[in-house]
Nanobody, 115 residues
Framework: QVQLVESGGGLVQPGGSLRLSCAASGLTFNVYVMAWYRQAPGKQRELVAQITSSGSTKYADSVKGRFTISRDNAKNTAYLQMNSLKPEDTAVYYC?????????GGQGTQITVSS
């Protein structure tokens, strides 16, 4: 049974930082593309960042230079380091694992950026 468990969410002030973690189990983690999506109230889910099995990364324009995605294949864990957070980053953040013909998602973790 595949499980993706996000952690690290919470309330942070504008300009602050958070690091999200996504612990994966039940899959061959190192072959999957790992990604973070987010969905704000009333908006569509959007891709925030992704990292391939070889370490190539892609970011949404809105987070470039502020967010960093990484992975530790030895720990079966993906991370999203979020710096210089803005109120518009407020959303539920979801971890996602993709492989041809297979895709899995986590339950999400709430990030609220507010003073």
């Amino acid at each position: 049974q595949v499980q993706l468990v996000e952690s690290g969410g919470g309330l942070v002030q504008p300009g602050g930082s958070l690091r999200l973690s996504c612990a994966a189990s039940g899959l061959t983690f190192n072959v999957y593309v790992m990604a973070w999506y987010r969905q704000a109230p009333g908006k569509q889910r959007e891709l925030v960042a992704q990292i391939t099995s070889s370490g190539s990364t892609k970011y949404a324009d809105s987070v470039k230079g502020r967010f960093t995605i990484s992975r530790d294949n030895a720990k079966n864990t993906a991370y999203l380091q979020m710096n210089s957070l803005k109120p518009e980053d407020t959303a539920v953040y979801y971890c996602n694992a993709k492989f041809p013909g297979r895709e899995y998602g986590g339950q999400g973790t709430q990030i609220t950026v507010s003073s």
